[in-house]
């Protein structure tokens, strides 16, 4: 099965589905099967990323306490016995400072042009603030129901999300609230059979086993990117790029029955060597802390062992240059 290509998706779902359907054969559904996708949004570090995984029920998008850990929507897949929910998880909405900046807020306005449905997390450990009152002007003029999910309920008592629920439903005029845990796994079901009743009829669009269409390439970039954010300093996280060069299997030896090891090529790039240091580390201990640490979920998502070579490189102000950040995919 070959997934649809950006360009397909940009052209909106009913488009997608219809490319999708003529590429691949699909078991029979029920007359009422509903599809369609949905985009999750919100501030930075709402928890967009940790709703998606456990929607998915796998990881396939990364999560940090840094803000702006996601830097290109992600879609991710959920299928059920009656429907089945696409998902865009977008980079958090903020005040852009770089070039990078400005083009992550215009992934999220372009999600929202090619939905059924709009997840709008809310934090239930956070008062409402400026942040979340921009992003509810925003939405006031998107065409399809909005469901605001209040997330982290696992973080206050009953008092605090009940004060919290009557503050979200004061902000705009939305189709339901779901307060969940995603981390906890709370009221992730009900949140799925909620957004359910808003998808159109419609066959599935992705194989009912898929849970991404997301390259491997841009997943060992983002485990590696996850692993190198943890415990770093604050300019850091913004400063930092991962870009998987090459993918190489090794010759397999004689007599061996086990799928032979890749060698794994990979660039992190920082903007100034002072960076370069910090991600280093001292003796080289904290790379290879990272290199340890993204390995086992780089093997873990791809069933095999590899191995990595990890590169640090200095890209001078990569965040404002237009041929770094398409070099990155950005």
Partial sequence: MQFPSDEALMTGPSALAEKTAEKAQFPEVSPDYVAGFATIVGRPNVGKSTLTNAIVGQKIAITSMRPE???HTIRGVHSTDIGQLILLDTPGYHRPRTLLGKRLNDQVREALTQVDLVFFCMPA???VGPGD????RELRDVKVPVIAVVTKTDLVDQGRLLEHLTEVAQLGDWAEIVPVS????????VLVDVALKYLPPSPPLYPLDALSDESDEKMIAEFIREAALEGVREELPHSLAVQ???IIERDRVKGQKSRPLLDIHVNVYVERDSQK???IGKGGARLKHIGTVSRQNIEQYLGRRVYLDLHVRTAKDWQSDPKMLGRLGL
């Fill in 69 to 71: 850990t996601t830097r």
């Fill in 125 to 127: 450990d956070q008062k």
């Fill in 133 to 136: 009152r921009f992003i509810a």
């Fill in 182 to 189: 995603a981390k906890k796994n709370k009221q992730v079901d």
């Fill in 244 to 246: 998987v060069e090459e």
């Fill in 277 to 279: 240091a910090i991600i």
